[in-house]
Structure formats: structure tokens, C-alpha cells
């Protein structure tokens, strides 16, 4: 399964206390991955995968709980996927200011790549706040199910909203780590 994500905001590079910024970032995203399990395949295994691991002990159920706040990661170890993402920020300045100006790369790219998991088990207490049943939709379960990373910048041709003015656009192509009959329609 392969689908486009976009994302225009601030991209702060990675430092001590950004858990909100991250956060900010997944909240955004959230409508868009939830969107995803109105089509199909997803729509087809939304009632076997959307619940927690204890209900009817599904083995793919995929609905995992941070303090007071639910999440529901995609892509997991429980459902035997993986995601190759091919990512394009574009911003209004020369292609590779990106990583000059204000914070390095890979800095930027651990936040946004935290963005797009569930919080780790770690940082249960800064959701302690929320008490939802509506879950967070988040690409995956956590960064290390990434098993391919293409990053590009370019020059952003329309002005934008936000003050650092970032557009990316995410390329995700999911695979299966293990074909079963529960991910096949799901897996590229």
C-alpha cells in the first residue's frame, strides 16, 4: 500500500523538553492517517485492528494506550509491517538551506520521525492529561520500523502561513515483514 502524507509547520530540530512540539506535529498528521482507514484495504480490517491487544486477544489488534491517550499506529510489530518513507521538504529559500539554517538534519528528521510514531512507553506521564478513547492516528509503532529513509530538499514556490514556512511531503510505501493473511491487502 503506498499513500501521500503532507505537513506544513515547524520542524524544530530535536533538543530536551520538545515533547510538545513533537506531539503538535502527530496531532496535525492525525486526520490524515485516520482518513486512511475509510478506503480500502484498511476500511477491511479497521474492526479487527482498531481495538487493544486485550479485547477478544486479537493478534493484530494494533490500539496502544500512553497515559490517558490512545494511539493507533499503522504500522506495527503486531501486524507485520514495515514503511519505506521518501520524504521532499520544501521551504522558500535554495534547496539545502534546510539543514543550515537553524538546526541540523538529522536533528530535524528524529523529530519529525517521532512525531510520526506513538510516543515510547517512557513518556507515558506527559499524556497523563489526556483521558480519550478517540485515538491519536499515527503512522507507525515506532521509528525503528523504518526500513528505508530518502530525504530531499527543495525550493517551496508559494508563500506560506507558518513562519518558517515548511512543506513536506511524505511518500509511504508499507510492506510486510511477514505475509499473512491479515496483511496482504495491506502490504506493497
Request: glycine residues 6%; negative net charge.
Amino acid at each position: 500500500m503506498k499513500f501521500t502524507l503532507l505537513f506544513e509547520g515547524d520542524i524544530p530540530p530535536r533538543r530536551k523538553g520538545s515533547h510538545d512540539e513533537i506531539h503538535k506535529i502527530r496531532c496535525d498528521l492525525s486526520p490524515q492517517l485516520k482518513a486512511l482507514w475509510d478506503f480500502p484495504p484498511l476500511a477491511d480490517e479497521a474492526k479487527k485492528w482498531l481495538k487493544h491487544a486485550d479485547e477478544n486477544g486479537g493478534d493484530y489488534a494494533i490500539l496502544e494506550k500512553r497515559g490517558g491517550a490512545v494511539f493507533a499506529p499503522l504500522i506495527s510489530k503486531r501486524n507485520d509491517l514495515h514503511c519505506e518513507l521518501r520524504i521532499k521538504f520544501l521551504r522558500q529559500q535554495a534547496p539545502g538551506q534546510f539543514i543550515a539554517d537553524g538546526g541540523d538534519i538529522d536533528n530535524r528528521m528524529k523529530t519529525f520521525l517521532d512525531a510520526l510514531s506513538v510516543p515510547p512507553l517512557a513518556q507515558a506521564s506527559l499524556f497523563a492529561q489526556f483521558a480519550s478513547e478517540e485515538p491519536i492516528y499515527c503512522l507507525m509503532q515506532d521509528d525503528g520500523l523504518v526500513t528505508k529513509l530518502d530525504v530531499e530538499t527543495d525550493r517551496l514556490l508559494r508563500p506560506t502561513e507558518t513562519r518558517f514556512g515548511l512543506v513536506a511531503i511524505v511518500e509511504v510505501n508499507v510492506r510486510a515483514t511477514r505475509l499473512t493473511f491479515a496483511n496482504i491487502g495491506v502490504s506493497g
